[in-house]
């Protein structure tokens, strides 16, 4: 048996920019006038979880009141608005054929293991029409390394496996795959 574990913007939804830059938006509005760091790459861990410390420390804010609640509830209610406004986010080409074909095979398990918070998680994979219901899924609010996110979503799907491949658009996925052993298959040209 295989397991099978995928990352969700770039790899299942065409939903990356439009994360970053709502993601972006809604640390402001809660934060106000913060500065961010070039690249998503420019940080340690890259996780909604994990960006956000940084930010906080980025910005001299680790002695605030922790505002990743108002943060998180912000950014749905942005994700929510984007889609009422502009329909729903789009597959990558081909990802549901693929999910699906996995989850009918007798050889594959299949799991979720994203940076992204779990609401927003699921308001992605719905709107680009996946159904995900009994798949397991680890995010950032189950922890805010994405090695750990990784082996969380494993630890869910409760056997042993023969070999575990992860497929990741960006570098952060590529790093977080090598680290745990894992074989890696890169999405897109962000992850090379």
Not at 134 to 145: C, E, N
Not at 149 to 164: D, H, K
Request: proline share 3%; net charge negative.
């Amino acid at each position: 048996m295989d397991a099978v574990i995928f990352d969700i913007d770039g790899t299942l939804v065409q939903s990356a920019a439009v994360d970053d830059e709502l993601y972006r938006q809604s640390v402001i509005e809660v934060l106000g006038s913060v500065r961010f760091r070039d690249s998503l790459s420019d940080y340690d861990r890259v996780t909604d979880s994990g960006v956000l410390v940084q930010i906080l420390d980025d910005n001299g804010l680790v002695h605030v009141p922790d505002p990743t609640e108002t943060i998180r509830s912000r950014f749905i209610e942005l994700l929510e608005h984007h889609v009422a406004q502009h329909g729903p986010f789009s597959e990558v080409p081909g990802a549901r054929d693929f999910v699906t074909s996995l989850r009918r095979s007798d050889n594959h398990e299949v799991a979720i293991a994203t940076g992204g918070w779990r609401t927003s998680a699921l308001l992605k994979l719905e709107s680009a029409g996946f159904d995900v219901g009994d798949i397991p899924i680890a995010t950032s609010d189950d922890h805010w390394d994405r090695t750990d996110i990784m082996r969380f979503a494993l630890s869910q799907m409760g056997t042993e496996f023969e070999s575990v491949t992860y497929y990741g658009d960006g570098v952060w996925d590529r790093e977080a795959s090598l680290a745990l052993g894992w074989r890696f298959v890169p999405i897109g040209r962000k992850s090379c």
